[in-house]
């Protein structure tokens, strides 16, 4: 793990850019701290130039609550090498969801490459972050791809708490995965989310095998997450991982 | 309204019983108020004595956060006379229910009438409570029965946000009703209720009309919901009463 630049942010912030191999990711911790923070992964759809401005506002928001965040490119997205199979997939869905047919192939052939492709990736960012001394454990994942999510939650026993944002469309076939995930888990879904199935979604969540999960539907499209619901992962997080 | 018994809780909250005509109820404020403070209606399925230490419970949260807190009997319940046709409709429920047949004529039969009658003697009771020094408003109505609240959501404007807790059946032909809703709703889901209807739950909560609504689903069965959504009710009326 490299860092390659470092930003003080104003409100006693520290944000630092890292390369991972060719993974690059951000560290957010805070400047003042007193014994190595609980961590949480932010997850997010791929495109960190894109996503900083949500990114940096749910990571100043974690550090406010005493925890560290972090987050790491996806595969085939952002500055990272492009994968033309990943591209062709991911017109078809938006062709496919727009046209109102069948996505199930097409989801298969998008989301499963990227799940194997980003998870061991993530674990090995965690490898590298919680060596660092003011990272501690334990830790959470919070965001979308929902399915890395899922995948996470299931293979990764240092994740104890994740925060999963149903909006993004899961593999059928990780349904049953979805039975295996035994830590506590909250799900955020907007109710008329234009870019996800909100049947599969409820699906999903009955299928968690966790005895402890939570729901949050909003009404709003995709983006339209309420800002309260900021508050509401902190306190999901400050119930679990301290 | 008539104040027949009063008690100092040990936090300082002051519980006084009253009677609006031959209805009781339960009145619960801080002894230290200093200025009128916004009403939450506590709804419950009915049967005062054997709901009191949920109640109870409940009201000193929302004393603590500042509201006032109130309750009245349902029509049919707890000492009140008892209808024979309820009763009967309540064994048919019952019944219905354990053997996996429809319910759809039996729930009409028991919950419309009970929300004709329990409506009229609500509205009553806030202008009863609404007219003493130390209650203000805005107004906000929380619990149970699902139905009651979908209607005192519609007809009654001093409501201004209403956090409904989807643990028992409401008659199909309340969706329309559900439409008409147009304040902040908070709906609270336990996703393994045994006395309740998943599927027809998540179509009212689709059905509500408001542009602001949040669905908490937990797992779980009815008596089950987690100490951590009586925090999360009372964020969301500050939020919308305060």
Redesign the interface.
Known sequence: MRFTTQRRLDDGVLERDFLLGDVPGILWTTESASAPAPLILLGHPGGLRAMYPRLVTRARSCVAEGFAAATVELPGCGDRPRSATADEARADLRRAVRAGEPVDEIVDRLVLPLVDAAVPEWRGALDALLALPDIGGPVGYAGGVMAIGVRLAVVEPRISAALLFAGSFVPRSMVEEARRVSIPLLVLLQ?DDEDNDRQMA?DL??AFG??????????GGHTGV?A?EG??GN?FFA?HLT
Request: hydrophobic share 30%; charged share 30%.
């Open positions: 109710w409820l969540f009955d966790t005895r402890q999960k939570t729901l949050h539907a909003n009404t309420p309260f508050e509401s306190r119930r």
